[in-house]
Nanobody, 120 residues
Framework: QVQLVESGGGLVQAGGFLRLSCAAS?????????VGWFRQAPGKEREFVGY????????LYADSVRGRFTFSSDNAKNTVYLQMNRLKPEDTGVYYC????????????WGQGTQVTVSS
């Protein structure tokens, strides 16, 4: 059973940057079509951040993060990264990665989440 582990969260000032990692253990991301990122702020619903397609690195971003966030992957490390630049207080939340086996975005496997806090 593949497990996803996020890391890299923390506290950063507005305008700063963080890089989150999503590592797969017990299996490979090659078994999945794409890896998505989501976030959830306190008292709010979970928000889709975007995804990266494992086969070719093609990515899609939510409007709220496009131009500031970048996905990347390292096949050898079986890891997906989320580079977050020019962070804003509204980027605060728990960030989750998830893996989907098809283009429909049926995310069947989720990580435990990592907290990102952006201070103003």
């Amino acid at each position: 059973q593949v497990q996803l582990v996020e890391s890299g969260g923390g506290l950063v000032q507005a305008g700063g940057f963080l890089r989150l990692s999503c590592a797969a253990s017990g299996g490979s991301f090659s078994s999945y079509y794409m890896v998505g990122w989501f976030r959830q702020a306190p008292g709010k619903e979970r928000e889709f951040v975007g995804y990266i397609r494992w086969s070719d690195g093609n990515a899609l971003y939510a409007d709220s993060v496009r131009g500031r966030f970048t996905f990347s992957s390292d096949n050898a490390k079986n890891t997906v990264y989320l580079q977050m630049n020019r962070l804003k207080p509204e980027d605060t939340g728990v960030y989750y990665c998830a893996a989907a086996t098809n283009y429909r975005g049926n995310y069947g496997i989720w990580g435990q989440g990592t907290q990102v806090t952006v201070s103003s």
